[in-house]
Nanobody, 122 residues
Framework: QVQLVESGGGLAQAGGSLRLSCAASGRTSSTYVMGWFRQAPGKEREFVAAIRWSGGSTYYANSVKGRFTISRDNAKNTVYLQMNSLKPEDTAVYYC???????????????WGQGTQVTVSS
């Protein structure tokens, strides 16, 4: 029903910036929340940021507040994650997700992209 494709990952130096994009296609009319999660080797997937499709309310993990910014373009069915002041601990595979539920943003996502690698060197 919904397909997600992430892009924009790559290699950055500590203190640098990257901008991730997630383009959604298919039946996107039921989207309530789009979010970003990340997973480092040997660790569980963790919440990074989310945005409500209607209204645009945003939510961030404490570890990225003040450094990352999530935004959306409703017309393009695309969500972005601007990552500034990158740290080596930000290194992970970043996944875009869609929730069709009107409540919640840290879990209960229904669709996921394939992920994009972000590597931050020290």
């Amino acid at each position: 029903q919904v397909q997600l494709v992430e892009s924009g990952g790559g290699l950055a130096q500590a203190g640098g910036s990257l901008r991730l994009s997630c383009a959604a296609s298919g039946r996107t009319s039921s989207t309530y929340v789009m979010g970003w999660f990340r997973q480092a080797p040997g660790k569980e997937r963790e919440f990074v940021a989310a945005i409500r499709w209607s209204g645009g309310s945003t939510y961030y993990a404490n570890s990225v507040k003040g450094r990352f910014t999530i935004s959306r373009d409703n017309a393009k069915n695309t969500v972005y994650l601007q990552m500034n002041s990158l740290k080596p601990e930000d290194t992970a595979v970043y996944y875009c997700g869609v929730s069709t539920k009107p409540s919640g943003y840290r879990g209960g996502y229904d669709y996921w992209g394939q992920g994009t690698q972000v590597t931050v060197s020290s």
